[in-house]
């Protein structure tokens, strides 16, 4: 299994960014599996953006809940996140992630995508 | 909301055991996942639901999880080890699911 993250590596303050990650090498439609975004601004920890499943439950960081949206598009095995009005402060790798779901729900995250990078900045 | 505290930094010598901390309000009752970060890298799982490893993590990784505290114990440690290692819960105790990460502990191969 491959995961890619894709998108632009700059955006402009009060836009919206827009992530997309491919899966390659296995279904994203698979109830066992739940997909997540991650991000670490530079020099600091992981911060968790939220997951979604492939029926489109979603559950979000709440701290970033009012400007998140993640979605899944099962004909092009893809999930995406779309974060708005960022701020200097969202700058961050940001990693896709599969977490297979356990008895209590998302387990941890098994692959990962190698991360991008992106900038705000005008 | 659930917190999770790591120490910032532990430092080993090679051959040694390293012994990596994950604190956290009755973590003993939920699974507790560890990532390892070396720089420039994605992370990769090297525990999952407090003790399994994932194939190709070497048996030198181990994790224990019971009462406030989880650990990680890396066995012989090795130069390659050095990284940084992340502590992972979902807690879905709330009203409101949600991943959370401990804050991160550097390790340092000596």
């Known amino acids: 299994l491959q995961l890619q993250e894709s998108g632009p590596g700059l955006v402009k303050p009060s836009e919206t960014l827009s992530l997309t990650c491919t899966v390659s090498?296995?279904?994203?439609?698979?109830?066992?599996?739940?997909w997540g975004w991650i991000r670490q601004p530079p020099g600091k920890g992981l911060e968790w953006i939220g997951i979604i499943y492939y029926s489109g439950t979603t559950y979000y960081n709440s701290s970033l809940k009012s400007r998140v949206t993640m979605s899944v598009d099962t004909s092009k095995n893809q999930f995406s996140l779309h974060l708005n009005s960022v701020t200097a402060a969202d700058r961050a790798v940001y990693y896709c992630a599969r977490h297979p779901v356990g008895a209590w729900g998302p387990g941890g995250g098994d692959y990962w995508g190698q991360g991008i990078q992106v900038t705000v900045s005008s | 909301s659930y917190v999770l505290t790591q120490p910032p930094s532990v430092s080993v010598a090679p051959g040694q055991t390293a012994t990596i901390t994950c604190g956290g309000t009755n973590i003993g009752i939920i699974s507790v996942h560890w990532y390892q970060q070396r720089p420039g890298q994605a992370p990769v799982l090297v525990v999952f639901d407090d003790i399994d490893r994932p194939s190709g993590i070497p048996e030198r990784f181990s994790g224990s999880n019971s009462g406030n505290t989880a650990t990680l114990t890396i066995n012989r440690v090795e130069a390659g080890d050095e990284a940084d290692y992340y502590c992972?819960?979902?807690?879905?105790?709330?009203?409101?699911?949600?991943?959370?990460f401990g804050g991160g502990t550097k390790l340092t191969v000596l």
């Open positions: 992972q819960v979902w807690d879905s105790r709330s009203d409101h699911p949600h991943v959370v």
């Open positions: 090498g296995g279904s994203i439609s698979v109830s066992s599996d739940c």
